[in-house]
């Protein structure tokens, strides 16, 4: 799976947009982006995740450069339940489908 | 999360002695997988499996072997615990591939607080 890089950490008030970016510099033509969160010591949380398309849910939206060597996860509005560290993941199918690959990720600090 | 269960949330154990951990759904999930979580290390894999009998190692399996016997049961044993497996261990599932290929998000649990005295 490639390999991704992030922020070790940032800042966002509450009620603005936040955006968290990720490279992945490596990624292969069947490879998909995905986010997931932890917040404190719970399980991680999927949030979203994509291939070439920009891609919005309930929760977050994500958009990938055409390139698809980088992509940015957007929260629209954070608030302060959305301080977490965020986890960018690249991960394929076939023999590597479902092994994800957990690096530091960014840890999210939503101010009031 | 609704439709997964680790059992126990916290354990503590003598270095030695065998311990299993548990990981229930109901969700009907093809892929279920156990991690480990270390400060320093994110988030491990230890196991997978990819259907009923069908399981694989991986990045840090030394030390734990798995089984599962029927879809909603995935289990984690420490033949003999050592203080080096003190650790938070999270189960997840995801239903495996979409027609896509890109597949689905995990579900997570809320993970064993595991410590090996």
């Known amino acids: 799976d490639a390999k991704t890089t992030q922020p070790t950490s940032m800042d966002c008030a509450e009620g603005r947009a936040a955006n968290l970016p990720c490279n992945h510099s490596t990624i292969s033509g069947n490879e998909y982006v995905y986010w997931y969160r932890q917040i404190h010591s719970q399980g991680p949380q999927y949030i979203i995740h994509?291939?070439?398309n920009n891609e919005t849910n309930e929760m977050a939206s994500l958009i990938i450069t055409e390139d698809r060597k980088s992509s940015t996860l957007i929260l629209p509005h954070a608030t302060l339940r959305d301080t977490a560290v965020y986890y960018c993941?690249?991960?394929?199918?076939?023999?590597?489908?479902?092994?994800?690959?957990f690096g530091q990720g960014t840890i999210l600090t939503v101010h009031p | 999360d609704a439709g997964i269960t680790q059992s126990p949330r916290h354990k503590v154990t003598e270095t030695g002695t065998p311990v299993t951990l548990r990981c229930h759904q109901t969700e009907n999930h093809r892929y279920m997988y156990w991690y480990r979580q270390d400060p320093g290390h994110g988030l491990r894999l230890i196991h997978y499996?990819?259907?009923?009998?069908?399981?694989d190692k991986g990045e840090v399996s030394d030390g734990y072997s798995v089984s599962r016997s029927k879809t909603e049961d995935f289990l984690l044993t420490l033949e003999s615990a050592t203080s080096s497996q003190t650790s938070v261990y999270f189960c997840?599932?995801?239903?495996?591939?979409?027609?896509?290929?890109?597949?689905?998000?995990?579900?997570f649990g809320s993970g064993t607080r595991l410590t090996v005295v």
């Open positions: 499996s990819y259907g009923v009998k069908d399981t």
């Open positions: 997840a599932i995801t239903p495996g591939p979409g027609t896509g290929g890109g597949g689905y998000g995990y579900t």
């Open positions: 994509g291939l070439k």
């Open positions: 993941i690249v991960t394929g199918g076939g023999t590597s489908y479902g092994k994800l690959t």
